[in-house]
């Protein structure tokens, strides 16, 4: 289920005839064995009206989420570009040889955050954690080894610099992981099958089932498909660009 999630283009379709066959197991299966009385429809119409309401708030709950995580995804890439460009700042108060390396282990960890936020590959990924890891190392150990040679208020700010920049790593990573649960999708999932069961069975006539069949699913895989790709770091259309992080890089002299 969550690898389905992560590609919100299979979601759609996979929603899409799930729900568009539950709409024709109501029309043609249900109401055709177990018709609704007149004298039972204006229950079945609450019935019908409060599962449709629920899946509504359902979505727009998860919504909500979606779109929060999203700015949360962009407001930690933007502070992950401060941290970066106020350590190469920092990075010259050091002495001549541990500036220089830490300026230039600091450009090439800004090229790898700026891969990161870019690759769909899985497997590139992992290349790209692993090397942004044995940077921070280098990183660190060059602005610690200063701090200790010479312990002073301007390499301690050095040093608190880059626990900013590491940390800030740390928060954009946790928060590209942090997406809605499988078991709200699986809930969202069953409501709509039964919401749109409910809506073909209800069906009046030939032509209103046929709309039913089309707009119904449509509408509703459209919007799970939309969270989904929202949610959806790297797989979907909706994604958070490295903008403040290129911006950073063209900033910086060849």
């Not at 197991?25 to 019908?48: H, T």
């Not at 699913?217 to 979907?236: E, H």
Request: glycine share 4%.
């Amino acid at each position: 289920m969550d690898q389905i999630i992560r590609h919100p283009a299979v979601l759609f379709v996979l929603l899409l005839i799930l729900l568009m066959a539950a709409t024709a197991i109501g029309a043609q299966g249900l109401r055709r064995y177990r018709p609704i009385r007149s004298e039972g429809r204006d229950d079945f119409s609450i019935i019908q009206g409060a599962t449709l309401t629920l899946l509504a708030l359902l979505i727009g709950f998860t919504l909500s989420m979606a779109v929060s995580r999203y700015d949360q995804r962009k407001n930690l890439e933007e502070e992950e570009a401060n941290a970066i460009g106020t350590e190469l700042l920092r990075a010259e108060l050091l002495e001549a040889a541990d500036a220089d390396k830490a300026k230039a282990l600091l450009v090439r960890y800004l090229a790898q955050r700026v891969t990161y936020y870019e690759t769909r590959d899985r497997e590139r990924l992992r290349e790209i954690e692993a090397a942004t890891a044995a940077i921070e190392d280098a990183l660190w150990k060059t602005v610690r080894d200063a701090a200790r040679d010479k312990p002073n208020p301007i390499t301690a700010l050095v040093a608190a610099g880059m626990n900013d920049v590491i940390n800030s790593q740390g928060y954009a990573d946790a928060a590209w992981r942090n997406r809605i649960p499988v078991a709200a999708w699986c809930l969202m999932i069953i409501i709509a099958f039964f919401s749109t069961l409910m809506q073909g069975y209800g069906a009046r006539t030939e032509a209103s089932r046929a709309f039913l069949l089309l707009v119904l699913p449509l509408t509703v895989s459209l919007s799970l498909a939309l969270i989904a790709d929202i949610d959806s770091p790297r797989g979907g259309l909706i994604r958070v660009k490295p903008q403040n992080l290129h911006s950073l890089q063209a900033s910086l002299p060849p």
